[in-house]
C-alpha cells in the first residue's frame, strides 16, 4: 500500500510539473482556453486578465508539483494537489459538457486532443490518484531523508518542468513551420 | 553500502517515465513533420487555380451571402477561429493592414468555424470592423482546403488564386496583400510557399 501512495504522488507530481511546464511554454493557447470556458457574460476586461490567469494557474501548477515531489512529508500540499485535481476535473467536464472537441491545452502544445470523454476519464484517473496520495504513510519517517536527496529531487522536478517547457515550444515552432515549409 | 529511500526510487521511475514519454512525443512530432514537408501542398488552395465561391452566414447579423471570385474585385479571404491565437495575431494585422490603407480595393472576408458564440472570447474578433462569415458547410470551403487555422488565401480580381498560406504577423501578412492589386489585376509577385 505504501508503494502505491508513493507511486501516485510522484506520479501527479511529475504529471504537474510536465502540464505546467508545456503551459507556460503556450499561454497564449492556454489563455485562449481559459476565455473559452470564461461564462458567456463575462465582461472583456475580465477576460483581458486571461494571460494573467494562464501564467498563475501555470505557475500553481509547477510550485504544486515541485513541493509534492521533493518535500513529499508536507502534508498540505497533498490537499493543494488534490484541490488541483479537482479542479482539472470541473474544467473537463464543462469543456466536455459545452466545448467538446475544442483544444484545451491542457499540456499546452504536447497534445492537440480536445475535450471529450477520454480528457475528462483522464482528470478522474488523475483526481483518483491525488487522493491515493493523501493516504497517510507509516512509518512517516519514510517520507523524511538527508537534505541531498530532497535537493535531488528539486534538481530533477525543475529538469521535468524545464524539458516538458522546452518539448512544447518545439512543437508550437515546428507546427507552424511545417505548415508553410 | 548507503539505503536510498523508497520513494527518492519510486520517484526515480515516474521522472524517468515522464522524460521518456516527453520524448516519445517529440519522436513522433519529427515523424509528421517529415511527413509534412511531403504533404504542405495539402494545406490551401494551389496557387495559380481558381478559387471556389463560398456561401456563407454573415456573422452576427445571420444573413445569407456569397464570395464570388472573379468579380473585378480582389480579395484576402482568412480562415481563423477565436479559439487560435495566431488568428487573432492575423485578424489584428488585417485590421491594422486596412488602417493603413493598404487593403484599399480590396475586399476582406474572415470566416470562421466555431460557433458565433464564440466571438466573445476573443478581443480581437470583438474589435474587429472585418467582416466576418460561417461557411453554410465544410462543403462550402472543400476546395480551398483549410485543414489549419490560420489560412490566408488571396484572390486576384478575375478569381484566380495567387498566395495561399499560414500568416499571421504583419510583415507575413502584407505580402499577400500586395500580391493582388487593388485594380483586380494580379500583380507578378507571389507569396513562396
Known amino acids: 500500500m505504501t508503494a502505491l501512495v508513493f507511486a501516485a504522488k510522484a506520479a501527479v507530481a511529475v504529471l504537474l510539473l510536465a502540464s505546467g511546464g508545456a503551459k507556460l511554454a503556450d499561454l497564449a493557447g492556454f489563455g ?3 476565455r473559452l470556458l470564461a461564462p458567456a457574460r463575462t465582461p472583456s476586461r475580465v477576460l483581458a486578465v ?4 494562464a501564467v498563475t494557474i501555470a505557475a500553481a501548477e509547477l510550485l504544486a508539483g515541485a513541493a509534492s515531489l521533493c518535500w513529499p512529508a508536507l502534508g498540505w500540499v497533498n490537499l493543494a494537489v488534490l484541490a488541483l485535481s479537482c479542479s482539472f ?5 464543462v469543456g466536455y459538457a459545452r466545448h467538446r472537441g475544442r483544444p484545451c491545452h491542457c499540456f499546452g502544445a504536447l497534445t492537440r486532443r480536445g475535450f471529450g470523454l477520454a480528457s475528462m ?3 478522474v484517473a488523475i483526481l483518483a490518484a491525488a487522493a491515493t496520495a493523501c493516504a497517510p504513510v507509516r512509518p512517516a519517517s519514510q517520507l523524511h531523508f ?6 535531488l529531487l528539486l534538481a530533477a522536478a525543475v529538469l521535468m518542468a524545464a524539458a516538458a517547457a522546452a518539448a512544447a515550444k518545439a512543437l508550437l515552432l515546428s507546427e507552424s513551420a511545417g505548415r508553410v515549409a | 553500502m548507503m539505503r536510498v529511500p523508497v520513494y527518492l526510487e519510486i520517484a526515480q521511475w515516474a521522472l524517468l517515465l515522464g522524460l521518456g514519454s516527453l520524448l516519445v512525443v517529440l519522436y513522433r512530432q519529427l515523424a509528421r513533420l517529415l511527413g509534412a514537408k511531403h504533404d504542405s501542398a495539402e494545406l490551401g488552395p494551389p496557387v495559380g487555380s481558381e478559387a471556389a465561391p463560398i456561401r456563407y452566414t454573415l456573422v452576427p447579423d445571420g444573413s445569407h451571402q456569397q464570395f464570388a471570385p472573379g468579380d473585378g474585385q480582389p480579395a484576402l479571404i482568412a480562415f481563423v477561429d477565436p479559439t487560435c491565437p495566431a488568428c487573432e495575431q492575423l485578424v489584428e494585422s488585417l485590421g491594422e493592414l486596412r488602417a493603413a490603407g493598404e487593403l484599399a480595393g480590396r475586399r476582406v472576408l474572415l470566416l470562421i468555424s466555431d460557433p458565433p458564440g464564440y466571438l466573445g472570447i476573443s478581443a480581437a474578433f470583438q474589435a474587429t470592423s472585418l467582416p466576418i462569415g460561417r461557411p453554410l458547410s465544410t462543403a462550402e470551403v472543400a476546395g480551398y482546403r483549410a485543414t489549419g ?7 486576384d480580381g478575375r478569381g484566380i488564386v495567387r498566395a495561399a498560406g499560414v500568416a499571421s504577423r504583419l510583415p507575413e501578412v502584407r505580402p499577400y496583400a500586395e500580391a493582388i492589386s487593388s485594380e483586380g489585376i494580379a500583380t507578378e509577385r ?3 510557399r
Open chain 2, 149 to 155: 487555422t490560420p489560412l490566408l488565401v488571396a484572390v
Open chain 2, 190 to 192: 507571389e507569396v513562396a
Open chain 1, 50 to 53: 486571461a494571460h494573467q490567469a
Open chain 1, 146 to 151: 538527508a537534505l541531498g536527496f530532497h535537493l
Open chain 1, 32 to 34: 485562449a482556453t481559459i
Open chain 1, 89 to 93: 476535473v470541473v474544467v473537463a467536464g
Open chain 1, 121 to 123: 476519464l483522464r482528470a
